[in-house]
């Protein structure tokens, strides 16, 4: 019988039924392997429903670093009879398939070429447990035990957890760590173990932290001065909002009074919530909203208006596959024209691409600034894959010394100070940027009428033509300007010089570059760019112009982001090949280099790789 | 077309307490119809906020689409004012007020855009009880696409077009008491005199104040079928009763006419004189203003005048716990929890 033999390099499935309670336990499980200084990256991958369905918890275990989704299950744990035909067959060749063994395995769910470890789990609860939910929420720690043994999982670590995560609930740490102990003696005694598969404590995560990225856009709206949120719930958008609340509720209550430094209104709909963002940041407080993809489509006519009456809106959108009734709880990035273009009429929006937990604090930090820089909506374009997982990243940081630059706002005595008459939409520093007042600044000067267009540069109404085209070229000036004000891209150079690059963007670049290093070892080199906002930057259009051809890789059906660098900044349409995966799941390394083995036409047989690395 | 208003204003025209003279609550020139019930509720409105003396540049006006929402510029022209979505400023308002407290909010809508496309966001607003003056200025019909029945015509009431309105209308003075306003009142456009007292009463009321004024579309919606025209209104009013309106700081030294049946002390300490009331009307009992309402409307009247008031109701920002000073006020010193809390989390995350 073949086994698959891996050191901290393999690939481990838990297959459960939600609502039972499994999540904490896989948690736990990766936590555990993560403190063992093991670089470890965790997906849910769960149905839209609360209680019953078929749930997975995926952990990659990676002593390289590579945290995207690699493609291939090495060990399954399955305790759900329900998805278990399905768990069976997508287990590898050679890998281990970990069961309830209280009743024999069905006839059907033999394979020859597997390894099976059964364990009774339902018998261990019935003999230990009384309380039919204690059985149910013990099973799932005893599985964890259980891994311990066979794979090497330090019993310590697992203890340590066990007692941070009941700190002030005491009672609750014996029993957890007796069935803990509970399954690991039983696999101790009845396996060889561990199993070829297995874990050996190292220091390669450094002073990491493990965090989902929407509790980073949360606590990164704290810091960058949020004050004023509306929302409405959509998954996979909203744990930012409540994040923002967990952590506002700890870090933003008055001393002396208790009284709350920020408010927050879940709103009628999204209509609503992003109405009182507009309402919110017009009357000059940095507020924001967090939505997905359809959510975007209802907030589009305001958004619409933001841009035109330049009222600087921040707009989280956690991307799901689409539509309303689509897949919401199915990771894709396919939101960039909805997004980028969003409205009537002529309409561009800012964009950031986060693509790890501090990227998705620093962003959310510096939209509220970019936001209040260029007057207008900035939208973080991030997904349920970054946003609803635990995800490896390094800690944050923040820079006590900063003040908060609300841009180009006139005070009373700015106001006061003027000879020339105050101008909203007056272009005074040809940059396409106005200054602008909040409402109630100076009793006689200032005040102005806040409308999308039919007005000059006093905001004054008129339907002139020309004042409409002045006003629109002036934006388009601005859009400019913003190009230098939106993050850089990163350039990750090949290790030869060479004459091919990809692109891409957010969750797409763990795979990607761990792709480019399969690739890189068989002799395919490819300079790396990604992309982190948009407008595209100067150093996006030098890339592809030093490139005779460039993949872009993305996760939706129509190539979006290639179609946008194609209209953007002109380019040749043949230049950029598209590497494409939208179903739902993250797009693996395994796809990416065999998609650009199949563009670049050289190697028509793609060696087939079942690990990384 | 032009407009030119001369600017020369008396040196000697009477001002308020402020020194403001009520040209200081102008706005622009109108440009809707000559004879449009808005223009007169503008100048109930230019009156009021110059009879409350508030600093004019502490009001925020927030309208949405429609001809009502376009006459914000109408009035206080020191004000900041928003034209913002067709049937969106409750949200809008909603956002402003949640930024800075301190300021008074006027929302300007209409009936088309209250009753039918911003129905869900009138709703909730209501619900929120913010702290605002909501009003409707309706006419039954559309009037800057040319006439259609909105929500609020009446069954069998007929615009110029003359085809009888088959719908049943939204009483959006019932729904907002259905939905929890503390403040309630419906008046008619060419009645100055009931008017301006209930708009200083509203904006002085702590809460959601909503008021609903009939205000006859003179270009498509002033035929005599028409249930919402001058002459059908004139005809069918009904009054809860007279009322006048004492700021709070006018309160020494105010000489009213005794003789009021009923007096209602808002939040902020003013006081609300009701004359000529039924004594049977008790406009604190939600209740019986509904019952009152669907009593007048079987009669084919349209009761009017301050319809219910409930003085002390937590608003919006007390309801969220936020501190007192505006949000927008707030800086990075008292904003941003800083690094050392950030070496926290990231320890709780390894």
Redesign the interface.
Known sequence: MKRIEAVNDFVIRFANVNGTGSASANNLFAKAV??MGIPVSPKNIFPSNIQGLPTWYEVRVSEKGYLGSRGGVDMMVAVNPQSMAEDIANLEPGGYFFYDSTKPLDIRYQRADINYVGVPLTDICRREYADPKQRQLFKNVIYVGALSALLDLEFNVLKDLIGEQFKGKEKLVAPNIHALELGYQYAAENFKCPLGIRLERRNNVG?????EGNAAIG?GA??G?A??A?WYPITPSTSVVEAFEK?ANR??I?PG?????????Q???E???????????????R?FTATSGPGVSLMS??LG?AYF?EVPVVLVDVQRAGPSTGMPTRTQQSDLFAAAYASHGDTKHVLLFPATPKECFDMSAQSFELADQLQTPIIILTDLDLGMNDNMSE??????S???DRGKVFTAEQLDNMKERFGRYLDVDDDGICYR????????KG?????GTSRDEYAI?TESGDAYVRNMERLLKKFETAKSYVPAPELIPARQETREGVIFFGTSTASTLEALDQLAEEGVHIDALRVRAFPFNREVEDFIEQHDRVFVVEQNRDGQLRKMLIIECDIDPKKLLSVRYYGGMPITARNISRQIHQLRGGATVTKIRRKAG | MTYIRPNFRHPELPRNELGYARKDYEG?LSTLCAGCGHDSISAAIIQACYELAL????V?K?SGIGCSSKT??YFL?????????HG?M???????????R??VYIGVSGDGDSASIGL??F??VTR?NLNMLYIVENNGCYGLTKGQDSATADVGSASKKGVANPYEPIDLCTMALQLGATFVGRSFSGDKDQLVPLIKAAISHRGFAFLDVISPCVTFNNTPKSTKGYEYVRDHLAATGTMDFVPMRQEITANYAPGFSKEITLHDGSVIHLYKQDNSYDAGDRNQAIQAIQRFKTKGDILTGLIYVEPDSPD??EI?????RP??D???A??????R??DA??AN??
């Open positions: 993560f403190r002073d990491k932290i493990l965090m606590l704290v810091y001065g004050t004023v509306g952590y870090l933003r008055d009074s208790g009284d709350r430094k920020f408010a927050i209104a709103a009628e709909d209509l609503a919530a992003i109405g009182m963002v507009v309402g919110a940041a017009w009357n000059g407080a507020a006519e305001f208006l009456a800690p944050l940081v923040w820079d006590d900063k003040v908060y007042t909040y409402p109630g600044t100076h009793p006689e005040a102005f009428f806040t409308r109404y | 622009s600093p004019p540049h502490k925020a927030i914000p510029t022209g020191k004000s900041h004012g928003f034209n913002s979505v969106r409750p949200s809008v308002a909603t956002g402003a007020n949640l930024a800075n301190d300021m869900g966001q709703a909730h929120r919006f920002h969220q716990g936020t501190v007192h949000l927008r707030l800086d990075a008292e904003l941003c929890p800083g690094s809390s950030l989390i990231n995350l390894r």
